[in-house]
């Protein structure tokens, strides 16, 4: 039955009892003696009472005890280490409690499974990446040591060349060790994030200079979206905004309008924090991919049909530098008319 507790079970089997005890008492009296009133109705009371709190202690106090092994199995699976059992249940509503207990706990359960699934699933296509990133350079390495080996080395046509190459392949080896410990750190907290009162338009601007020859050769313009006469100071590590200022441009520029193309940066006052926006001309990114594109060598089909000419984790170690200022940074998109990133600073 639903909804059955230890109460209603003593009063249902109570009532039986008492019903049963009238209906022989009746069939007594007809062949016995007078049927009397007063001591059926006395009898009835007497004998109700009587079922009634003996079997309500006895269920309660069997329920409870068996309830109460479940609960502490529980609990020992909940428990953390030094952790005493103290059960909460008591004698009354125990089944309604310790199944809303049971429901809570499968519910976290499920939950943990399924994000250890997606974990799962995250470290071997993260594994499978690391592998693919490496693979190539280590081969051309190879392939260049190798040729320099079998005779390569005396011709004075292709030795410089290859070990020119060589070199470029260790380079991207390195860069790809030195982003992951970068992001190694940044996950664990290793990197103290040293707070200074600085200008972010200022800061943008030393950027743009430092990208100017890059976007020259691609003929992207890089432009502030407002005339910013006045400072807008931010409170936050200097040497990692700047970071994350390079790798979002830079790939405005690699991603953007092939030709002629334009990179806005523009600054929005937002009471407590200023908001930083960089908008690109690009091709955009879909909505399948947008949610994807801060994770580790993830690349989005635009990138991966273009050169490679980076670690593939320049947004994963930006999304970090904004999360260890206690900011957020986001994406929005549309596939034909450009990308927009846009991240908090705190107002200084």
């Not at 046509?157 to 992951?180: G, P």
């Not at 950027?207 to 890089?222: D, I, P």
């Not at 990138?303 to 947004?315: C, F, I, P, V």
Request: hydrophobic share 40%.
């Amino acid at each position: 039955m639903k909804n059955t507790d230890p109460l209603r079970l003593a009063v249902n089997n109570a009532l039986l009892i008492t019903a049963f005890f009238t209906l022989i008492y009746f069939i007594v009296c007809e062949l016995f003696f007078e049927f009397q009133l007063l001591p059926l109705a006395i009898l009835d009371v007497l004998l109700f009472l009587f079922s009634f709190f003996t079997f309500r202690f006895t269920l309660e106090k069997f329920i409870y005890q068996k309830i109460k092994l479940i609960y502490k199995t529980i609990y020992n699976l909940k428990r953390q280490k030094d952790y005493k059992f103290e059960p909460r249940i008591n004698q009354q509503n125990t089944i309604e409690q310790v199944n809303q207990e049971v429901l809570e706990w499968g519910e976290k359960k499920k939950l943990e499974i399924e994000q250890l699934k997606k974990n799962e699933a995250y470290r071997r296509e993260f594994l499978g990446n690391i592998y693919h990133e490496l693979k190539n350079p280590i081969f051309n390495i190879q392939g260049y040591v190798l040729t320099l080996l079998d005779g390569g080395l005396e011709d004075d046509s292709i030795n410089r060349e290859y070990l020119l190459r060589t070199e470029k392949s260790i380079n991207r080896m390195i860069a790809i060790v030195e982003d992951l410990e970068t992001i190694s750190n940044l996950e664990t907290s290793q990197i103290i994030m040293k707070m200074e009162r600085f200008d972010i338009v200022e800061l943008a601007g030393e950027v743009f200079e430092t990208l100017e020859m890059k976007a020259h050769k691609r003929k992207k313009e890089l432009y502030f979206g407002d005339r910013y006469d006045i400072p807008v100071y931010v409170m936050a590590d200097m040497k990692w905004i700047r970071q994350v200022l390079i790798n979002l441009i830079d790939n405005s520029i690699k991603y953007g309008k092939p030709k002629e193309g334009k990179t806005k940066v523009s600054f929005f006052d937002m009471d407590e924090n200023i908001l930083v926006e960089i908008t690109d001309d690009g091709q955009g990114i879909s909505a399948e991919e947008l949610p994807r594109v801060f994770e580790r060598f993830y690349r989005t089909e635009t990138a991966r049909s273009r050169e490679k000419s980076g670690t593939g984790l320049g947004l994963a170690i930006v999304k970090h530098i904004i999360e260890a200022h206690d900011q957020t940074i986001n994406v929005r998109s549309r596939q034909g008319v450009g990308t927009t990133f846009a991240f908090t600073l705190k107002k200084a």
